[in-house]
């Protein structure tokens, strides 16, 4: 069973920057199956994909609002995932979840179904 655990959200200015982090604990996926992704839940709206770091990690698909300006990574040594979030803007508020999968590669960003585990999410609030 994985764990999961994201920090890194804060309260930011519109055109500011954060890195999200997620701890992943317990069972931990192969290099080659395990696949991770972000995902983000606006005020009163469902969790919709934002980035996604396919099998082998060498692959990475975003939602639009994301593109050009997010990125995502892995640190394998230290088993942890990464959103680098730039120009952030009013509608980036939300929290954000992280999520691993090790049954399912793809380029699906959006796809939940894709993912075994979940963190509690961290709260990304940016004013304009």
């Known amino acids: 069973q994985v764990q999961l655990v994201e920090s890194g959200g804060a309260s930011v200015q519109a055109g500011g920057s954060l890195t999200l982090s997620c701890a992943a604990s317990?069972?931990?996926?192969?290099?080659?199956?395990?696949?991770w992704g972000w995902f983000h839940q606006a005020p009163g709206k469902e969790r919709e994909g934002v980035a996604r770091?396919?099998?082998?990690?060498?692959?990475?698909y975003y939602g639009d609002s994301a593109k050009g300006r997010f990125t995502i990574s892995r640190d394998i040594a230290k088993n942890r995932v990464y959103l680098q979030m730039n120009n952030l803007k009013p509608e980036d508020t939300g929290m954000y979840y992280c999520?691993?999968?090790?049954?399912?590669?793809?380029?699906?960003?959006?796809?939940?179904?894709?993912?075994?585990?979940w963190g509690q999410g961290t709260q990304v609030t940016v004013s304009s």
């Open positions: 317990g069972y931990t996926y192969s290099s080659s199956s395990g696949s």
């Open positions: 770091l396919d099998c082998g990690g060498s692959m990475a």
């Open positions: 999520a691993a999968g090790g049954r399912y590669c793809g380029a699906n960003y959006a796809a939940r179904w894709m993912y075994d585990a």
